[in-house]
């Protein structure tokens, strides 16, 4: 799986402040980190980008820009590190091509192992029926 590395400069973090338990000092503190990466705008490959794009993912919007969240920890930094792993992740996710598809034929043993089970269910089911 190859490994893309992505530009430091195309990658905007904030800090804002996390929600959740932490006391006092999840209030005055600003510990969780807004990712921010513009697809479109990046230096990735044009196959990666595609396939990015092409993600139902939750954390892509429609302008092609990820957004990432990262509050599970208290500390910046380690907030900041965990973003930039997801991040990573995500793209390298899409790094490779899927292997495609090949098309198999049911074997003559599981077509007729099919059909005994569909006789079987059929026999159970007349026994069901009511007697004339």
């Known amino acids: 799986m190859p490994d893309i590395q992505l530009e430091p400069d195309e990658i905007t ?8 338990a932490g006391g006092q000092n999840v ?3 600003s510990s969780a980190i807004h990712l921010r990466y513009d697809v479109k705008a990046s230096s990735l490959p044009d196959t990666v980008k595609a396939r990015l794009l092409r993600l139902r993912d939750h954390r892509i919007t429609k302008d092609g820009v990820i957004i990432i969240k990262a509050q599970l ?44 089970g ?14 004339i």
Do not use: F
């Open 73 to 116: 920890h208290r500390s910046q930094d380690l907030n900041r590190a965990d973003a930039l792993t997801r991040l990573h992740e995500l793209v390298n996710s899409v790094a490779t091509l899927p292997t495609p598809r090949i098309a198999t034929r049911p074997t003559k043993g599981s077509k007729l192992r099919r059909l005994e």
């Open 13 to 20: 973090l904030t800090a804002v402040r996390a929600q959740g």
């Open 118 to 131: 569909k006789r079987i269910n059929a026999e159970r089911k007349a026994l069901r029926r009511q007697v």
């Open 27 to 29: 209030n005055k503190v």
